[in-house]
């Protein structure tokens, strides 16, 4: 079946730097993909839209120069968490779906601000 | 945007029981997909069921697109059921799903 590989699982930084996530499309092409946040107990909302070749979309509340996104092939698309502080804390997932088919999503990456 | 309502938010179970968790959405949808997410975060694909019935093991759903809403039956619980269950839809079928706040499920030995 069809996976979504996201990358890394984990990560800590400090105040005020930059982290990048990768999510790939190990088997299939991937125009669009999403990227969704979980804090704590609480339900996956989504972020953005990555379009392949094209300005990624954002929900309503997120800010873009700080989550950046760069969807350059069509099976990597890229969130960049720029000048992380404490409150960006979060599970980040990504997602991708088959022509037709169900969506997929990556293992996710939890971030911790330090 | 479409809002998507599961009930009940926590239920506990003792194993070899059965439950329904229900997943109520407010428009018309061409794509409503169920997963359990582990204590890990891992999101598992349990069903593609924007309408019909399907089944997989102890598992199946049932999705009535007229009526707006989606049942997950899980039958002979077992304590690696537990975690929490959520009800995603999308409103055409290359769209982004949007997520219920799920039903945390712990099943007790």
């Known amino acids: 079946g069809a996976v979504v590989s996201q990358h890394p699982s984990r990560v800590i930084c400090k105040s005020g730097t930059s982290v990048k996530i990768e999510c790939r499309s190990l088997?299939?092409?991937?125009?669009?993909m999403f990227w969704y946040r979980q804090f704590p107990k609480q339900s996956l909302m989504l972020m953005a839209t990555s379009n392949e070749g094209s300005k990624a979309t954002y929900e309503q509340g997120v800010e873009k120069d700080k989550f950046l996104i760069n969807h350059a092939s069509l099976t990597l698309s890229t969130l960049t968490v720029t000048s992380a502080h404490p409150e960006d804390s979060s599970f980040y997932i990504c997602s991708a779906r088959e022509t037709g088919g169900p969506l997929h999503f990556g293992n996710g990456t939890r971030l911790t601000v330090t | 945007g479409i809002q998507v309502e599961q009930s009940p938010p926590d239920l506990i179970l003792q194993e070899g029981a059965n439950s329904t968790l229900r997943c109520n959405f407010s428009?018309?949808?061409?794509?409503l997909q169920w997963f359990h997410q582990n204590p890990w975060g891992q999101l598992i694909n349990l069903f593609y069921?924007?309408?019909g019935t399907k089944q997989n093991g102890r598992l199946s759903a049932t999705t009535v697109a007229t009526e707006r809403y989606s049942l997950l039956y899980i039958s002979s619980s077992q304590t690696t059921d537990s975690g929490v269950y959520f009800c995603?839809?999308?409103?055409?079928?290359?769209?982004?799903?949007?997520f219920g706040e799920g039903t945390q499920l712990t099943v007790n030995p």
């Open positions: 069921i924007p309408s």
């Open positions: 428009d018309s949808v061409n794509n």
């Open positions: 995603a839809v999308g409103e055409t079928s290359g769209s982004r799903l949007t």
């Open positions: 088997d299939f092409q991937a125009t669009t």
